[in-house]
């Protein structure tokens, strides 16, 4: 069920975050999942004297690549279609889906397995095909849970966070049997025996699947490889198994050459899973052993937020997830709160540019946050996210009233005779000033009391006291 469909007609984040906070049990498995996270990230990356420099230098190359996007990407496509590959280009989601539907349906297959994707869950993929008669089969151990759980994600690295080992459990023995292997009558919620029952119920589908849907961590320029890191090994049965592998990948996801992945190799595992390095690295280069490959390039809004000066430091994002597990918005509300299949501070300025801020929902993505900079200090690619929520918040539609009352403070505080005037007309009318702000600055008032205006201003108390000394 995960997908961009699921969250059409979503409330704004602020009705959602309040059902969410409320939920005692979901509370309890975020703070326990993204503190421990957090805890194993800071241990590793405290090993490291280099960190801040390998920072600076993934930084530098994300931001050198997307300077020079289209030259990556025509080299990109040119040495993959000299390996043997397929490029195809696309614009949005619709398009992006109608291309994959139509390279499954020329294998004359019905079925596929996929890696954990979150461009496939952006353009809303599992959705499509199914429409098209395709049944996509998650294969990542916490993608299979949300899958078979009728959920979706609510995390960009572990996106069944939201769910403990006996709700894992429950799952596993109600709707593992509608998909493939049912889960053993016995089955308990022990950690090694769900493992076991996921591992099972995969395998049967591993070896009777022929097509195979993956995204990519990284692509290199230089040579056309794709690169996927992963912890579990079913991205590896995914990518070598099938006889045609079709890849959805970001435009962004570029990198210039085999010695710029060595920093991300660095970067990525320590910040996402707070390990030295990844379990699974798998890299394939065109078609492979036989295999017929297929790359989709997917743009849906990315070149859009290429063009803002700002916003397009999102792009820099490497899907880590460490800004998640360090933030106290995210912690309690949640993923799902967040209506997008990138949630947290990344989603917060990723979705809003992807899909515009014309919903409510959308609109209000850049206001859930407390702006405290913890994510800027987690990002391994150093993306200010709050700087690019504060520019964000003034591109929303109530942002002229905001632009308006700032304009008309920035004309009282130029000048002293008029700060003192307004205050002392503030000191008279204090009786009148209502609890909550009217229209579109009710959302201020909503959750913060209007300070109390003093009978009399600091400036008036002091020439009538003399300093005080009266």
Known sequence: MSGGATFLGMPAFPANAAVAVRDSQLRYNLRKATHTIRGKRAAVVGELPDWAELRRAGKEIRDHTLRNLERYLVRMEEAVTAAGGHVHWAADAKEANRIVADLVKATGETSVVKVKSMATQEIGLNEALELEGITAYETDLAELIVQLGDDWPSHILVPAIHRNRAEIREIFREKMADWGRAAPADLTDDPRALAEAARLH????????????????????????LVVLESEGNGRMC????????SVVGIEKLLPSWQDLEVFLQLLPRSSTGERMNPYTSTWTGAVEGQEFHLVLLDNGRTNVLADEIGRQALRCI????????????????????GSVYPGPIGAILTPQLRGTASKLDASLPYASTLCGACLDACPVAIDIPEVLVHLRGKVRHARVERLG???AGWVFDRPARLARAQRLGGRLRRFVPGR????????????DIPDIPPESFRDWWDRTDGGVQ
């Not at 097509?211 to 290199?220: E, L, R």
């Open 319 to 338: 899907r880590c997830s460490a800004c998640l597990n360090v933030c106290p918005v995210y912690e309690r509300a949640g993923g799902h709160a967040y």
């Open 437 to 448: 702000l009217p229209g579109p600055l009710s959302a201020w008032t909503d959750t913060r």
């Open 202 to 225: 995969l395998r049967e589908r591993f070896l009777s699947t022929r097509v195979a849907i993956s995204g990519a961590n990284f692509m290199i320029a230089e040579t056309g490889t």
């Open 239 to 246: 990518l070598t198994l099938p006889e045609t592998l079709i």
């Open 406 to 408: 700032m304009r008309a």
